[in-house]
Nanobody, 112 residues
Framework: VQLVESGGGLVQPGGSLRLDCAAS????????MGWFRQAPGKQREYVAH???????YYADFVKGRFTISKGNAKNTVSLQMNNLKPEDMADYYC???????WGQGTQVTVSS
């Protein structure tokens, strides 16, 4: 399983970004997918995940601001991030639960 994230970048506080994760070598329909993040000097932490059945779950610190969804293209998952805060700045990683595979990460910078 290979995962490739995209969509990171620089955004001002209060702004929005959408991250995408494209998977190859697997079928999303049989595995949950998740997003994690890691800020400099901190441990990687859970952000959100979506089950194979489409149910979504979030860390408390992103509830109401982030939305995880399966993308329009097959085998893609997206993370829509709204009202971004400086503390959201981190490298964001996509995870395929069934194989415990991870993407290479995409950087999100929140700064004015």
């Amino acid at each position: 399983v290979q995962l490739v994230e995209s969509g990171g970048g620089l955004v001002q506080p209060g702004g929005s970004l959408r991250l995408d994760c494209a998977a190859s070598g697997t079928d999303f329909s049989i595995s949950g997918m998740g997003w994690f993040r890691q800020a400099p000097g901190k441990q990687r932490e859970y952000v959100a995940h979506i089950t194979s059945g489409g149910a979504s779950y979030y860390a408390d610190f992103v509830k109401g601001r982030f939305t995880i969804s399966k993308g329009n293209a097959k085998n893609t998952v997206s993370l829509q991030m709204n009202n971004l805060k400086p503390e959201d700045m981190a490298d964001y990683y996509c995870r395929h639960y069934a194989s415990n595979s991870w993407g290479q990460g995409t950087q999100v910078t929140v700064s004015s």
